[in-house]
Structure formats: C-alpha cells, structure tokens
C-alpha cells in the first residue's frame, strides 16, 4: 500500500450541508433536447417544410406551423447582453450567487438565453455547450471562443465533474481496463485514488506500474461481495466524490455457471455498488458514479448472447439509477464501448478499444459531464445505428 | 386597405375602486375579489343582479378561472371574460367590455383584477408560469422577471446610452407622486441618492427599479352613459384603443414593444397627439418599459428617451404628470391588478376623484399596459386614451 497525503476529515458535529438542484420542471421538448444534450450534441430544432431554426424548443413551426426536427448545429454565437443575478428564490441557486447569465445570437439563427463563462462579455464570440444541469436537464452554456478558456470557472465546475484533488473509487482495478483507468486518474490529478482489488491478493498486484504511486491506495474490494463492500467503503470512510465501476465478467457461449457469474458482477455487483456509495456521493457537491458498459446491452449478440443479456440488464439498473441520484445532483454516467483490446476479448478481431482509450474516455466524460458516451467504433456505429432504427439494428446484431 | 374603426360611442368608464393592498395577505384571490365588487356597489349602487358582463383578471385564484369566480360571487353574468395576459389585462378588459356595451351584448361589465400574496406566493406563481419560462429561462440562475428585465434593461442601456440616472429620475418622481396616496405602500421619499446607491438585484436592476409583490385588487365599470347618468355616477369615455401580442418577434433583444406597431392608429383614433393628454399611466414594472413608452408610444422619438426624461418633470404638477398615485413601483405590484392600476388611476384623475393629488385641470389621459413575460419579453401591450365627459 502507498502512502497518501492526510485528508481533511469534517467535523462529525456539524450539520450536514443539504444539497439542492436547480428547478426541474421541463416539458416534453425540452426532455428531447436534454436526451440529445446527454450524448454531448449541441442540436437545435429546425422545420422540415421552411428549414426554420427554432429556440426555445416548441412542437410546431412559429414560421409555417410544419413539423420540427431536432438537427445538429454550428455552436458559435454572440453575446448580446448579460446580467448578475445576486437574488433569487431557489434555494440551488441561492446557494451559487452571484450567477452570470446572459442572451446570445446564436449562428444557427434563434437567440436563447445562457449561462456565462466569467470572461465573456457583451460583443465577444461564444462557442455554446448544450451542457446538463445537476437536475440532469440540458442548459446552454456559453465558453470563449478560440483560446484555451480557464475551466475551473465557478459556473462552468457545476456542469462537470472535476477530477482534479478529488476522491474516486475504482471498483475493479485489476483488470486492464481498470488498471488504466487508475492511471488515467492519476494523470487527471485525482487527489487519492482507491484501486478496488478483490481478494486474495496476488504476487502480480505488487509489480503494478502504479503500485508505488503516491495517491493511489488498494482497497480490497468485490462487488460480488456484501460484506468486502460494505467494509471498502467503511475504510474510504471519509469523503467520496467518484465511483468507477470497471467490474466485470466476460464469457461467449451458455455455459451456466459463467452465466451466473456474469449476472453475479453486472447485475447484483452493480446493485451492492451503487447501493453502498449512493448515500456517499449525494452529500457531494459533485459527485459522480461512473459505468462502463457493453455495447452489447442495446440489442444482445449472438456469440455472446449471456453477457449482453447481463449487461443489458445492468444498463436498465443504471438508467433508473440515474434517476434516483438526479434529486441528489449526482451525475450517472454511462461509458459504452464494444470489445477492449485486452484478454476479455481474445476470441474477437479488431477492431477493438485499448484499455487505455476507454480510460481516457471515462476522465474526458467527467469533464464535460456527459452521460453518454460511445468509445471506439463499434459503440458509435451501433449507437447510431441502433437511434435510427432499432428494429433493425437488433435483427442485424443477432442474424 | 385600412378600414376605419368604429369610435366608441355610446360607451363610459365610471367607479374606479382600489381596495387597499396589503404587502401579505392570508385571503384568497376570492376574497380580494370580492372586497373588490363590494367597493364597486357602494361606488355605483349595482348589486349582483344589475352586473351582467364579468371580466376577471388573476395570477392567484387557481384552481378558479372567472368561471370559478361567477359562482363563488353570485354572478349570472350574460358576458364573460377572463383576461390571462397580467399588466395588460387592465386596458384589454376596459375595450373588450366596450364593444360588449357598445354591441349591446351587456349593459353594465365589471372589469375585476384581483390577486392575493400569501408568504410564498411569488416564488410558486413563477414556478409554474410558462412552458418557455421552465424550459428555458429559470434554469438559468432562476432570477425571475428580474433577471429578464435587467438583460433588456442592459441591451437598452447599451444602444440608446441611456443611464441609470434617466431610470432614477422616473422612479424619485413616482415616489413622489405615491406621497400623497394614502394607499401606496411606499411611502417615504425617495432621493436620486438613494435610487443609485440601492443594492444591485440583478445587474443593471437595483432594488428601486423592482416592484414589491403584493395582494391587492382594482375595478371599475364599463356601462352606457343613460345607466350612469341614471346613478349620477361621473364617467369617462374612451377616444381610442390598441392592443398587440407578440411584436417584433425577430428582435434578438426587445428594445421596442407592440405599441411602436400600432402608435398611428392610436392617435388618428383619438384625434389629439401625445403632447395634448393631461398624463401618462405607464406600465411601470421597471423603469426601462417607461422610457420604451415614453418612445413606442410618441412622447419623444426612438432613442430620445434619456433626454426627454431629463427635460420632463413627472410629478403631479410637472409637463408630463406619470402615474400618479405611485405606479406600481411605490404603491406595489397586486398581482394582475398592477395592469389595473393604469386604468383606475387614470380614470380617477381625469374624473377628479382622486386618492392623493389632483392633476390639475386633468381632462385627458393616456393609458398603457405591457403583460406577461413569456420567455423573454413582454408579450402583451395595450394603450388606451380616455376624456373626461363633462
């Protein structure tokens, strides 16, 4: 075990700062940008009869009454006017004054109303982000244009989630995807990194390339097992910011006690997992709970029809996991990826995603608080695949 | 092409009541209606039976619409409307009981806003207040009308140079007019002073360009001469109207509002120009849509708004007298009742029954409402100019 730098412990006193999310209350249209938003598009409606851009999101043309599509658009625009905003009612935002916000010409045409980066003012270029809220709605949110913009703004931290001097778990850190990912952690500035190793140890845990690291610390851990989570997480003991669930069992073919396994880790595992840190991550100001998960999940796969199944039941938890967190502002966030570059996948040829890959994918999609994310080929192909016609995509994966 | 529109002949406004408002208030919307009503039969004389138009306007009255309302008062109107459109719902309510009149679809319309402020109301009156409002303005640091008037307050600032002390000198001369209205709740002068260095809300809106929330109603009626004439009631009438939704949609930013759409037909009606009426009862949620009607409505031109103010005295006794008992910035913002205010206080000076100070030898009044901040702009304008009948 690494020696790690002291944390600040709270005082066991104090009462429990409360955390609250901004107001929720959204319409139907505005559900379907938010589902956009969540994959990181910045899209805005456009008519299919005039070619009208539309802002904010209705369910008809305000030019020619024709039917509305949601389109992917150019993300500059112009910062007309701006305001401080030092009184409100809400109690989220009350808690984040002063707020900048301000109105943009946005390139697409419309004009809308957006969060403000610090150092955009009246007449400068913005480039927009159809970012997510900590109530998991979509909100625009204006950046500098050009330039290498400071992201530690204030406002901009709410729609993210830092890694840098925070706390994370990796809840499988043996394996090749989770031994990159710690890596990728480390590289980020995670302030101390909890590498879960299920027991018993193993000679080879010793010769990790990042064993001796400084703010990384084993924790023996198995989401398959009640108790070594329950006493994973008593030892974190303090606080806890991120989750990284990079557990998993992969086998081809029926074999059933390979099937009950792999249910054993994606399904029950995530259920102890997120159970265990949920209370953990809802008292954070921006906590977060990572999962990687197969591609597979969308539409199962012959070859590997038991751990698609597995996996498209965890996916299932993990959405309504997502739901229960979002009153807390913890973000859920899901990684798809198909077959990584490592033993798990030996049976299958490229093209694959190096472990490497996956794990720069999971700290890029903290920093920009997106929920879904597709890494490699194969996830985006049968992510855009699956969108346009999922009838389809699911007679294609199982022909 | 134009077709010229039929005068209001045969049609008068009498009985302007306020009840006084109240910073909070545990009634009900109901209640504040009808105190309302009660304050129009001791002005008028008119019972339940006699009222047969009924227009409501409320933010608060919910899960009742002027349907809930006819029931709950004893009202078996054969006209009735109920008006969703806030600070123009008072102009609106007093030309569409007109033509009622006029038409002979109703002889006596009662023209009712009312509107409660229970401890929490505001913040649950925004919370639900338009599907644009949720979507795509409160997520953005929920900084209510505030926020939206202080981006246009900005813009305009920003293309007229206009100052902060152009905005000051209205609010000090309405606080000065609020002096003698014993029913304004802000009652204590008000210095240049103390308008520049007031706390900033939500930059460029400093707190005395906010309005306070507050329960309150405002009524009046709309009947023909022969009915008043036969209750000795005073009345006025009305010499033109207009009303327009959602102008200039394509403006990024609003810096004009409906009434530059339809300001001709305003005055050709009414036959006089801006510079004969005795006094302006201007929509005043925030100083910034007084100076855009003092321009969209003809006071001065486009862009001239900063140096008009600073040559126009607003008091009672000054060039131009504006809202005359205050406005809603210093006698308080009762709910839809603030677009009622316009209309009763108007109608009070020109009839010389005042609640403070007379106008003097006022005769003629322009009246003018701006409503309902759907995303972000006022969505609702109306202007009406009315004379005394002597």
């Not at chain 1, 990687?292 to 993990?318: D, K, N, P, R, T």
């Not at chain 2, 806030?86 to 038409?103: D, H, K, N, P, Y």
């Not at chain 2, 008091?315 to 005359?324: A, F, K, M, V």
Request: aromatic residues 8%.
């Amino acid at each position: 075990m690494s020696q790690h730098p002291p944390r600040d412990k709270r005082d066991p006193l104090a009462r429990r700062k409360e955390r609250h999310t901004p107001p929720g209350l959204r319409s139907s249209a505005l559900h379907a940008l938010s589902a956009r938003a969540a994959a990181g598009r910045f899209v805005l409606q456009s008519c299919q009869d005039c070619g009208a851009m539309t802002y904010p999101p209705r369910d008809a043309c305000p030019q020619c009454w024709g039917e509305l599509v949601w389109q992917d658009q150019a993300r500059g625009a112009l910062v007309l006017c701006e305001t401080t905003i030092r009184a409100t009612t809400d109690l989220y935002f009350r808690d984040h004054l002063p707020w900048r916000m301000g109105k943009l010409a946005l390139d697409a045409g419309p004009t809308a109303l957006a969060h403000l980066h610090a150092d955009l003012k009246p007449g400068d270029r913005a480039e927009m982000h159809l970012m997510l809220d900590k109530g998991g709605n979509a909100a625009l949110f204006a950046l500098p244009a050009g330039g290498r913009p400071d992201m530690d703004d204030r406002q901009w931290r709410e729609f993210t989630v830092p890694v840098k001097d925070r706390i994370v778990l990796v809840s499988d850190a043996r394996s090749a995807v989770g031994r990159a990912v710690v890596k990728a952690l480390h590289s980020a500035g995670a302030g101390l990194i909890f590498a879960g190793m299920a027991p018993p140890a193993r000679a080879a845990d010793l010769t990790d390339e990042w064993a001796g690291l400084d703010r990384v610390q084993t924790l023996p851990f198995d989401i398959t097992d009640s108790s070594l989570v329950a006493e994973g997480i008593s030892k974190i003991a303090g606080p806890l910011d991120i989750v990284i669930n990079t557990a998993r069992f992969v086998r081809g073919g029926r074999n059933l006690v390979d099937q009950k396994r792999m249910m054993d880790i994606a399904v029950l595992g995530f259920m102890r997992l997120s159970g265990a840190c949920a209370p953990m991550l809802a008292g954070r100001p921006a906590g977060a709970f990572v999962d990687l998960v197969s591609i597979q999940a969308l539409a199962g796969e012959v070859g590997f029809a038991g751990y698609a199944a597995a996996e498209a039941a965890h996916l299932s938890l993990l959405q309504s996991f997502r739901h229960d967190m979002r009153a807390q502002g913890v973000r859920v966030l899901s990684i798809f990826s198909g077959p990584s570059d490592d033993e798990d996948y030996q049976s299958v040829p490229p093209p694959k995603v190096a472990p490497a890959r996956l794990a720069r994918e999971v700290v890029e999609a903290l920093r920009m608080g997106r929920e879904i994310s597709c890494v490699g080929e194969v996830a985006s192909d049968a992510m855009e695949r699956w969108l346009a016609d999922p009838a389809l995509f699911v007679r294609e994966k199982n022909l | 092409m134009t077709r010229t529109r039929t005068s209001y002949d045969g049609v008068v406004l009498c009985a302007p009541v306020t009840v006084p408002y109240e910073r909070y208030s545990s009634q009900t919307a109901h209640w504040w209606a009808g105190r309302a009503l009660r304050a129009l039969a001791r002005a008028t004389g008119f019972g339940p039976g006699d009222i047969d138009g009924f227009c409501f306007a409320s933010f608060s009255a919910a899960p009742d619409t002027a349907v809930g309302m006819v029931q709950h008062l004893g009202l078996s109107p054969r006209w009735l409307d109920h008006l969703p459109t806030g600070g123009a719902s008072g102009i609106m309510a007093l030309r569409r009981a007109a033509r009622a009149v006029q038409c002979g679809d109703a002889d006596i319309v009662a023209c009712v806003a009312a509107d409660t402020n229970h401890l929490d109301s505001f913040r649950q009156t925004l919370a639900g207040f338009s599907r644009f409002s949720q979507d795509a303005v409160y997520p953005y640091g929920f900084g209510g009308p505030n926020a939206t008037f202080a981006l246009i307050t900005d813009a305009y600032m920003r293309t007229y140079g206009i100052g902060r002390e152009h905005f000051g000198k209205l609010c000090v001369a309405q606080r000065r007019n609020a002096l003698s209205n014993p029913l304004a709740l802000m009652r204590t002068e008000l210095t240049l002073e103390d308008y520049l260095r007031a706390r900033p809300i939500s930059d460029p809106v400093h707190l005395f360009d906010c309005v306070m929330p507050c329960a309150g109603a405002e009524a009046f009626i709309v009947t023909t001469p022969e009915i008043a004439a036969a209750r000795g009631l005073k009345v006025a009438r009305i010499l033109a109207t207009i009303e327009r939704h959602n102008a200039f949609p394509d403006d990024p930013v609003q810096l004009r509002s409906g009434w530059a759409m339809d300001v001709d037909d305003l005055w050709s009606m009414a036959g006089i120009g801006p510079e004969q009426v005795d006094m302006l009862q201007a929509y005043d949620d925030y100083p910034v849509i007084v100076a855009m009607q003092l321009e969209d409505l003809g006071f001065c031109p486009k862009g001239q708004a900063a140096d008009f103010i600073a040559r126009t005295g607003f008091e009672i006794h000054g060039d131009l007298p504006l809202n005359t008992n205050g406005g809603q910035l210093s006698a308080g913002q009762a709910g839809a009742a603030g677009g009622f205010q316009n209309v009763t206080e108007g109608l009070r000076q020109v009839l010389h029954q005042p609640l403070g100070a007379q106008v003097p030898n006022a005769r003629t009044a322009a009246l003018s409402g701006f409503g309902l901040v759907n995303y972000d702009r006022g969505v609702c304008t109306a202007a009406a100019v009315i004379e005394a009948c002597r």
